[in-house]
């Protein structure tokens, strides 16, 4: 996809991964740069240093209404969506003990919004004979996400659900990719460090962590390549292969890191 004169919409806008992409997709010449979040002022504050490009609105990705009224608005303004940026993403922090409401809330946010995302978007762009949808899923939806079960279970889901679309509508125009980052420095990523979450210092032991503009440079790359897996830390691929030819090997090194970042402790505050 070449991003120039391009509709963009974006959820989960108002910081991290989410407004680096608005940022790189504005820089890149995008006609519109749509960014929704919850949080109308943080997104309002990105926008505007996204530029005249950009606008923001509040919108809950886990709401199909919400959803379906952003996508008809855009349509309404720009006369088309041509890259739907399913971003929004919560964390837990929890195992299975998590409460049924952390499941819930996860499942909605992490699989449930993008499945409202390509039920409102898709018409337009079948209509149309085009469209990309990005889907952020997280390497924890090829790997696992050690200390966070239901972000686990859900970005996998997440994974299964953009490989499903992209099988079935990529012969009628329609690109699906998955942006599975690894560690990222985001303030999902801090807080988790910051509460001492054992997925979070997995994460921060496993590799580099990222800026999300870095993040957003592989994106950019991975949309004008059309891949389905974008993988801004390159090591995911080699970690993915190995968790694939060797599942009990790979499982006996992530209990080995487990075991070591327990011994140490927790970091200082």
């Known amino acids: ?3 120039t004169d391009r509709v963009v919409v974006i959820t989960g806008g108002a910081g991290g991964i989410g407004s680096a992409l608005a940022r790189r997709f504005a820089a890149e010449g995008a006609a519109a740069v749509v960014l929704a979040d919850l949080d109308l002022r943080a997104t309002v504050a990105v926008a505007e240093t996204v530029g005249p490009a950009a606008r923001a609105v509040a919108v809950d990705a886990a709401d199909e209404g919400q959803v379906r009224d952003l996508v008809a608005d855009t349509e309404r303004r720009y006369g088309r969506i041509d890259l739907f940026c399913a971003n929004a993403g919560v964390a837990t922090g929890g195992g299975i003990e998590a409460a049924d409401a952390d499941w819930d809330r996860a499942w909605r946010v992490n699989v449930l919004a993008h499945v409202y ?4 978007v898709l018409p337009g762009m079948l209509a149309r004979g085009g469209g990309h949808l990005m889907h952020t899923c997280s390497a924890a939806g090829v790997l696992t996400a050690v200390g966070d079960a239901p972000y686990t279970a859900t970005k996998h889901a997440a994974v299964g659900l953009a490989e499903w679309l992209a ?3 990529r012969d009628q125009g329609i690109r699906v990719s998955a942006l599975c980052p690894q560690g990222v420095d985001t303030p999902m990523l801090a807080d988790g460090l910051g509460s001492g979450h054992l997925a979070a210092r997995v994460i921060a032991a496993s590799g580099p962590v990222l800026t999300a503009d870095q993040v957003a440079d592989a994106a950019v790359a991975g ?3 059309e891949r389905f897996l974008i993988l801004p830390h ?3 691929a080699r970690y993915a292969l190995r968790r694939a030819e060797d599942p009990d090997g790979w499982q006996a090194g992530l209990r080995k890191l487990v075991r070591r970042l ?5 970091p200082p505050a």
Not at 262 to 266: L, N, Q, S, T, Y
């Open 117 to 120: 995302a390509a039920r409102a």
């Open 262 to 266: 327990r011994a140490a402790g927790p």
């Open 1 to 3: 996809m070449n991003l």
């Open 223 to 225: 949309l004008a390549e």
């Open 167 to 169: 099988i079935t509508y």
């Open 234 to 236: 390159p090591e995911v």
